[in-house]
């Protein structure tokens, strides 16, 4: 019987394993780690964030599904691997800690055959003076990133929402609180649906609206942004953007790199190298991402976390890492098995595996600071490369060493992203875009370095309810209800 440990239960995690236990059966075990008891559809954390759906619709226990999937269930964080073993034995193992299941705080080594990296990313609040620390979230904004937090947030804008009928007027920041951060596209949804719940609420006229962000143009996306077939013309994000910022009545501060946040007040800089400060009196700023800080041992207790982890803590993978400056990247450059150079018995999936550079050009101010967008690992990558890790993983259990890998290169994948933009039965709108490939690759497609046979995007009430519709369909899928497996990723 071999093991397979799955480290993370989030998309990328939460696919890997529930698709390999699926293909393995009951000759092999798989076993999940993650410090959380339960699933989050994070895509829809917008809407609990705006006091639209609550913290319960969006999350579900971890703990019932993977009982009925036949999957081992650790609620635990992962704190070393031991690719090579130790001294006691050769088989690899990873050090977990507990979080939950009555056994907070005690530690456990579990082996394993395969194992499969899909943590997710640290949100690094840290990296910002004020934005947060080690532990999280700080006192002076309010975050999406997990449902939680988006319900702390619904309740600081209720909060708002009252204070604007009293006749009290409020100043919105949303978008990054660093110039490193990806994910803008959470905080793109979070600032339409805010300002579309202020004119339900009546309070439209008494709201500031203000979006700041480390892309160097609206529309980036952390993506290099994306040209979509309208008509006979192409149209960019960029053009997307600056109308629907315009036609929401949202001013954009772009290119910027929030230093320092205190209490009503953002401090940054911008990519000329000028500093400027925001008020505000309701901000919700993303962090910037790292790895989880997980580290890594060889047989003798030799310290190998450079080995196994990029410097930002992301697992190497099959990606090259040394491509150099911007003008010699290529999409071939990023992995496609995501299995580790190193050890072949580890991969990683989602956000945990290491890109070999960003998507979107990179910038640097006169001071030496970089202002950018890391690239996005999240959404429909993520599910379909956890699936194709899953598989690989499973056809070297069944078929031996020599089994052919699965492969899912962001360069050759497309992806659909439907971005909320006010939730509503009849009055709710989004961007429905779909991108081919994710990562452009100007060899094929010069130019633009994107299909625009596959690349189109529309803003409408039908993307409200597609979102409205993947929300369901992919929570139903998760909890492995009759049928999961036919719906894509």
């Given at each position: 019987m071999a093991r397979v440990v799955v480290l993370g239960g989030g998309v990328a995690g939460h696919t890997a394993a529930t698709f390999a236990a699926d293909w393995l059966g009951k000759d092999h075990e798989v076993v999940v780690v993650t410090p959380n008891s339960k699933w989050n559809w994070i895509p829809s954390n917008i809407?609990?964030?705006?006091?639209?759906m609550t913290k319960e619709e969006v999350t579900f226990d971890l703990a019932p599904v993977y009982e009925k999937a036949g999957i081992t269930y650790k609620q635990a964080k992962a704190v070393s691997l031991n690719p090579e073993g130790n001294a006691s034995g050769d088989k690899p193992f990873v050090t977990i800690e507990y979080t939950g299941q009555g056994k907070a705080g005690k530690s456990e080594e579990v082996?394993?055959?395969?194992l499969i990296n899909a943590t997710g990313p640290k949100l690094n609040f840290?990296?910002?003076?004020?934005?947060?620390?080690a532990n999280g979230l700080g006192e002076f904004t309010v975050s999406v990133c997990t449902a939680d937090h988006a319900d702390h947030a619904a309740h600081e804008?209720?909060?708002?929402i009252e204070k604007m009928k009293k006749g009290e007027r409020q100043k919105f920041l949303i978008g990054t609180g660093h110039g490193m951060c990806t994910c803008q596209g959470a905080a793109f949804e979070y600032i339409f649906n805010i300002e579309h719940e202020l004119r339900k609420a009546g309070v439209r006229d008494m709201a500031d609206m203000q979006w700041i962000s480390n892309e160097s143009f609206l529309g980036d996306f952390g993506i290099g942004g994306l040209h979509m077939k309208r008509g006979g013309y192409a149209a960019s994000s960029r053009l997307f953007a600056e109308s629907l910022y315009s036609e929401r009545g949202v001013k954009w501060l772009i290119g910027a790199h929030v230093n320092k946040v205190e209490k009503g007040k953002v401090s940054y800089e911008l990519l000329d190298g000028s500093m400027g400060e925001q008020e505000f009196d309701f901000a919700m700023l993303i962090p910037p991402f790292a790895g989880v800080g997980l580290k890594a041992y060889d047989k003798a207790g030799e310290d190998i976390t450079a080995t196994v982890f990029a410097p930002n803590g992301f697992m190497k993978v099959d990606a090259n890492y040394s491509a150099g400056a911007y003008e010699n990247w290529k999409a071939s450059d990023w992995p496609r098995t995501y299995q580790n150079p190193t050890y072949k018995n580890?991969?990683?999936?989602?956000?945990?595996?290491?890109?070999p550079h960003p998507i979107s050009k990179p910038m640097t101010t006169p001071n030496g600071t970089q202002i950018f967008p890391t690239p996005p690992r999240t959404g429909m990558p993520s599910g379909i490369?956890?699936?194709?890790?899953?598989?690989?993983?499973?056809d070297l259990i069944k078929k031996g060493p020599s089994a052919h890998l699965h492969e899912a290169s962001m360069a050759e994948m497309g992806a659909a992203c439907v971005a909320s933009a006010g939730k509503g039965l009849f009055d709710g709108t989004a961007a429905a875009l779909t991108v081919y490939p994710v990562v452009p690759d100007f060899e094929k497609y010069p130019g633009l370095g994107r299909d625009l046979d596959y690349t189109f995007g529309e803003i409408g009430l039908a993307?409200?309810?597609?979102?409205h519709i993947l929300h369901h369909m992919f929570i139903y899928k998760a909890k492995l209800n009759p049928g999961w497996t036919m719906i894509p990723e």
């Open positions: 809407w609990v964030g705006v006091g639209q082996t394993y055959d395969y840290a990296a910002t003076p004020g934005l947060g620390d804008f209720a909060k708002a580890l991969f990683a999936a989602g956000i945990a595996f290491a890109p490369i956890g699936k194709a890790v899953a598989h690989s993983v499973c993307g409200h309810w597609i979102k």
